[in-house]
């Protein structure tokens, strides 16, 4: 059977999103449910993945299959397509599976030429409405469709405005707009060295082919990468009979939010411009004014619009995010689909919609991506040093969050300053798709064009990035880089500070805060508390980072480094002193030292935590590291110990290694120097203790000896710990619960997990040197060409970043199967940084571990993923019955 590359939007539902894309599945669903939605067409996501495989060979088929469809449209509207007398005219729009906002071109009035223009300037009675039209089409043809520039075009018609004295386009006649079109046609031959296409059905062909070669422009592919959206799933075509927004004073055109995106407050939102089309309110270049205006203008479009999208939520059961036109007072829908929010909006809105009664609470918890709680959990401005803030300008707050950073004014250079190290804030006229890479780089964004549903705003609510947009009080000069205000001048290089909630641009850097979650956002949390079965500790080696844990909900402490208590500038003396000592003596004297700090290190810890589990995990960096480098720093050190600096200098050098992450280091310590690991224990112990006495009966320290690749290596630590920690309880008269057991980040433990866990009471996973060493890269140096491997598809994301299942997953699988066989009380938990990365969460829930460890601000990203890992299992459950 031949193959259907076309479909009418009466033919399509809302299920055919993988073949007719987004809006086209929507515009499909829309038509079938009644709302009034221009007729039209769409071509298929299979035709567009055709097309890149054959080219012209495609385009005869399809052409024939278009031809049905186009006399279809005709039939039932009435106009004919590249009629003199009465035209009917086309928008032609890109339309992938996930909605990719602005990333892709958009062709409007397709359809117009010399004769065509003067036909529909008769057939509507206005002739600058026909001509505004048309000059409109050639600018966007000639920059979608055969890549002249628009800057070409924009620059002629801010000629003809000057010449005018006049500011807005709506303020140029129809004898203007006349020569606009002829001086365009100029520009065009000159760029083409042939005329403007007057053929409508070449006109279309044109477009429909620059909307398929838009899916692979490089802003589309970063877009791509950025939301996890796979490069071979191809765009849609939707070919759209037009209705005009730009036909006077009756007729207008708008973006709405059935809620506000930016803080979910179940509300209409959205914005309008009269006599307009679509692309004037998304590009920003007029100020745009609010939906609720609408109310005034044209109450009854007005009406009938808030009721459709209350029957669109009501039909999606989700936020809907719609494209809307009132031709001479008619409303037309010409597109729906999920509205993009920040996190804050999209937990407020998923537990409205739940006790709205529209979804479940386990439809909620899925609807969240765990990423999108990042912006939830990072810092505002402090209140005190707002106050004393020096207030430039006032701007939209088109998406929340505190940004400061220097000031660029070019994609380029914002990424170029990240490169460098440096935060910086992406400042323009208005943003447009060429600026995402910079959109990307930059902390906040800054527009004085554009209102809330611009370009600016939308990618940078999407994206959780700060946005202040529509600042019309500052003039941004793009080419010598310089804000200007009525009060002072900011250049490029100047920090500034943008607050997103309240549209408030400062001058220089003002302090932050970390937030504090509260309200619907803890009964969501509940909710995924309630689901998953995965607990969730959290990386933390001090008491603040502990305790913002337990505020972000940890149930313990998966990993607390021992080495980063002693950088700490009071104790390095004394740990250096330990390192070079010559003798055993020499070097439990330094040891001596650091116990009590060590002690109190532990003990604070442990009374944050509470009854909390803790795992410790012993010394495990190369002891090089500890030691100082340069000469001035050595001589100090050789002063203190009372030793010669050439002695020194010779011993350092003695501990220096070739390859030191593989060198001596975790329980090598321990076998070389078994003191080290004896003092760690009697600290760990003794501080247990002492929080026991104060309270805490539960307490069960772990403590976690790292780096074992041998069961034998175990048991010698082992040995020495147990024999140092009895000597405690001997002395204190007292005992504490603790638990010992093994990092598990060497291949060979993995594939020896059984004999490992005779001696292990829980096996912790270190897939950070685990995928190091399973793949041979070095963690510090595999930046250089693992994006290489990325960008060239040899791996779909670096494995430093997701866990790589097939390889090491499948060694963590093994180490779980021996471990439980061997011991089937051994406590699983992971600690690498994929303890915090969803679908490594996941994997880990499917692997049968206890818990995940990760750093304090993912710990919401890690419940809610464990959560997720759950009802996607059950969902499979179902599906297989």
Known sequence: MKDK??????????????LLGGKGANLAEMTNIGLPVPPGFTITTKACNRFYEEGQELWQELLDEIHIHLNGVEERIGKVFGDEKNPLLFSVRSGAV????????????????DRAVKGLAVSTGNERFAYDSYRRFIQMFSDVAMGIPKVRFESLLEDMKEERNVTLDTELTAEDLKKLVEQYKKVYLEEQRKPFPQDPIKQLELAIKAVFASWNNPRAIVYRKLNDIPHDLGTAVNVQSMVF?????????GVAFTRNPADGENKLFGEFLMNAQGEDVVAGIRTPNTIDKLKEIM?????????ATQKLEHHYKDMQDIEFTIENKKLYLLQTRAGKRTAQ??????????????????????????????????????????????LIVKGLPASPGAASGKVYFHADDVMEAKARGERSILVRQETSPEDIEGMVAAEGILTSRGGMTSHAAVVARGMGKCCVAG??????DEVNKVIKTRYKEIHEGDYISLDGSTGMVYVGEIKKVRPELSGKFDKFMNWVDNIRRLKVRTNADTPRDAAQAVAFGAEGIGLCRTEHMFFDDARIPAVRRMIVSNTVEQRKKALDELLPMQRKDFYEIFKVMEDRPVTVRLLDPPLHEFLPSNDEDIMELAKSMGIVYSELKERIESLSEFNPMLGHRGCRLAVTYPEIYRMQARAIIEAAIDIKIDGYENITPEIMIPLVGDSNELKYVKSEIVEEINLVFEERKTKVNYLIGTMIEIPRACV??????????FFSFGTNDLTQMGFGFSRDDSGKFLNEYVEKGIFEKSPFEVLDRDGIGKLMKIAVDLGLKANNKIHLGICGEHGGEPSSVEFCHQLGLD???????????????AAQAVLKETLNVHRDK
């Open 245 to 253: 927004g730009n036909m006077g004073e009756t007729s207008g055109t």
């Open 752 to 761: 020896t997990a059984d004999e490992i866990a005779k001696e292990a009471e």
């Open 471 to 476: 600042c019309s009080d500052i003039r941004v």
């Open 299 to 307: 109450p009854e479009a007005y009406n009938q619009f808030a009721e």
């Open 5 to 18: 590359y076309v479909y009418s939007f009466s033919e399509g539902s809302k299920e055919m999103k993988s």
């Open 851 to 865: 818990y995940v460890s990760c750093s304090p601000f993912r710990v919401p990203i890690a419940r809610l993923a």
């Open 345 to 390: 909006a999209a937990v407020n809105v998923a537990v409205d919609l739940v006790d709205e009664g529209l979804i479940e609470k386990e439809e909620a918890l899925l609807r969240i991506d765990p990423n999108q709680l990042n912006q939830l959990l990072h810092p505002t401005f402090d209140e005190k040093a707002l106050n004393s803030a020096e």
């Open 98 to 113: 996930f909605s990719m906002p602005g990333m892709m071109d958009t062709i409007l009035n397709l359809g117009l030429n």
